[in-house]
């Protein structure tokens, strides 16, 4: 059992920047890939970015390369997504995810309750 809590979200304006934390807790967390998702009310849970249980592999959706970095802290037990040049299209409640197996858009496993990002233009 894995346990997410997301922090971080806000409000901010077009081009500015926000920092997604998520905590994590339980067994073995160390051994989890990790990832960023997001949702807008009436569409589909959207992938943006996952990292290895080591961290020497990340993969990014399109939309946010070169704008969003994902990282993790496996002492802390903490994931990390810095998102920049924010866009009013990034409006989103923002999901961690947990999944020992599975790395990107397939992920499943454990979510967290999710953090409302809203970018104003």
Known sequence: QVQLVES???????GGSLRL???ASGRAVG???????????GKDREFIAAISSG??????????????????DNAKNTVTLQMNSLKPEDT???????????MGSRMRGYWGQGTQVTVSS
């Open 8 to 14: 971080g979200g806000g409000l901010v304006q077009a």
């Open 55 to 72: 961290g020497g592999s990340t993969s990014y959706v399109n939309s946010v390369k070169g704008r969003f970095t994902i990282s993790r």
């Open 92 to 102: 989103a409640v923002y999901y961690c995810a947990a999944d020992q197996v599975r």
């Open 21 to 23: 934390s998520c905590g």
């Open 31 to 41: 051994t989890y890939n990790m990832g960023w998702f997001r949702q807008v009310p």
